[in-house]
């Protein structure tokens, strides 16, 4: 097991005539890819994944904390931790932070990751929104109430926890769907089992 290490920035902005304050994290790793790229358990905040001619994985991302407390933002801030692991044949991301304790006090971790086109993707998270594009592989997806977006796509698809979403021109196995509200499929080929809640 190989722990990789992301490089930080930190910046802090007050919103003027709204009281509260901001303080953002930036994360940023390049690292060669694996087979497979696992999110695990990603809370808040949006992810875009984008296959392409490429033989590393380049992530950008940043953490976004509001409140009224600078001193319970500073604190959350600071108990938030990124890393990623390369462990037989997959490259991890794990980013960690401490519960929500404090009433008004609210965060997001957006996400940007380029990927080779090849490759499989094992995604778990609470984030509001996915967006994956130009990827031929397998996609095992978690959410909690996600809107999924899969576009110029190929392989296999396994997604459960979903609020709804959209996949179009997309070719594959066999995609298996499980969501609150319909997902919108357009050109889309291949054994589709949709399983749709609010029916």
Known sequence: MKVLVF????????????GSVVEEKK???????????VIADHQQGDIQI???????IKLKGYLEVYGEDQAEIRQFYEGVKGEAVREEGK???????PAL???GLDH???????????IDLDIKTGSSRVEIKEIKGSIVFQGA??????????GNIQARGLKGGHIENFSGGKICLSSEEEVTLIEVEGEIYQETKNE
Request: aromatic share 4%; glycine share 6%; hydrophobic share 45%.
């Open 27 to 37: 994360f940023s790793l390049e690292e060669k890819a694996e087979d497979v790229l």
């Open 50 to 56: 984008k296959g392409g001619e490429t033989d590393r």
């Open 7 to 18: 490089l930080l920035l930190a910046l802090m902005i007050s919103i003027p005539g709204f």
């Open 145 to 154: 109430g996600t809107i999924l977006e899969v576009k110029d796509s190929s």
């Open 101 to 103: 304790l404090t009433p």
């Open 108 to 118: 997001a971790i957006h996400l940007e990751i380029l990927v080779p086109h090849e």
């Open 91 to 97: 490259i991890i991301i794990q980013i960690s932070r």
